[in-house]
């Protein structure tokens, strides 16, 4: 019996490729795809969870879309959702992350290893779990946070529901960034470090000389994923329910209170859409970022190049 050749067993592998590839492309088909469609059909009608329109929904075109860009409530719950991302995301996870990262970097033993385990258990505990305990936190009655201030009878989550939406979601998002900028923060020279100390240079200087341009490429995709994450949370319906009066409702907790809680699928799945625009235009904006330092770099690069070359000759 012959053994089989190279060639069969190149023709092998090409056809166990092309069936791996099918089976994405079938997963994206059903687990992406279909859904952006139905959502896109959906928002062109009147569908409903109940009544008539629950049975025979009918086609209202571009009606649904109007009717959100003119809603007061879409853009209260859009204003606070940019709160909630830019508190959230750009502010509070990126920079104490980072800051996390640089205070720890040449840190070892148990400080290190109780810091980080402390910022990771908030980060892989189950939301449900999370959210109970920051209700128990900043109950007003019997809250930790009244009891360790002395400040009996504080509402905070009445008085003040989009900051501890904000901050909640700091506590428990921090984690990732942090993980990525330490990652980022090893790929420094420690020469680098070193000569920027001898210089005498101050740890603004250190940072904006020697640090943030060799880790900007990590910052900018930490700032990319963590801000469609923050846009995209549904968490903080656990401790707020987008109350009171609707001052804590981002988008997430609009669309389900639209789309679920009132029953108009139809107006929900194109508040929806703009959700998915508005998230690929944050996408956009991170990507243009990432595209100009790859131009930067590769500008310096043949700059030095050049440099070199006329040195030699």
């Known amino acids: 019996m012959a053994a089989p050749s190279f060639g069969d067993d190149a023709a092998g592998l090409a056809g166990a490729r092309r069936g791996v590839r099918r089976a994405a492309l079938v997963l994206v088909a059903v687990f992406l795809v279909f859904p952006a469609l139905w959502t896109l059909y959906l928002g062109t009608t009147d569908y409903r969870l109940t009544g008539v329109a629950a049975s025979e929904p009918r086609f209202v075109g571009t009606g649904n879309y109007r009717d959100v860009l003119g ?15 830019l508190g959230s995301a750009v502010i509070g996870q990126t920079v104490l992350g980072f800051a996390i ?83 980022a923060l090893g790929n420094v020279p420690p020469s680098h470090l070193e000569t920027a100390r001898l210089a005498g240079a101050s740890t603004w200087q250190t940072l904006r000389d020697a640090v943030f341009p060799r880790v900007r490429g990590h910052l900018l995709t930490s700032l990319l994923l963590v801000s469609l994450w923050t846009f995209n949370d549904f968490t903080p319906f656990l401790i707020t329910a987008g109350g009171p009066d609707g001052r804590s409702e981002i988008m997430s907790v609009y669309v389900y209170r639209t789309a679920l809680g009132d029953g108009q699928l139809g107006f929900g799945a194109a508040i929806s859409l703009i959700m998915i625009l508005i998230n690929l235009m944050i996408a956009l904006v991170y990507l243009r970022a990432l595209r100009d330092r790859g131009r930067g770099r590769g500008r310096a690069r043949a700059a030095h190049a050049g440099a070199a070359e006329e040195a030699a000759a």
Do not use: K, Y
Not at 111 to 129: F, K, M, N
Not at 156 to 178: E, K
């Open 101 to 183: 990262a640089w205070v720890m970097r040449d840190r070892s033993g148990p400080v290190r290893r109780l810091v980080e385990g402390l910022v990771l258990l908030a980060w892989i505990l189950p939301s449900s779990v999370i959210a109970f305990l920051w209700i128990a936190l900043l109950d007003r009655d019997g809250g930790t946070l009244n009891a360790v201030l002395g400040t009996p009878g504080t509402a905070w989550l009445l008085d003040h529901p989009m900051a501890c939406v904000v901050v909640f979601n700091v506590w428990r998002g921090t984690a990732f960034s942090m993980m990525l900028c330490g990652a």
């Open 71 to 85: 809603d007061g409530d879409f853009h209260r719950s859009l204003w606070l959702t940019l709160q909630f991302v």
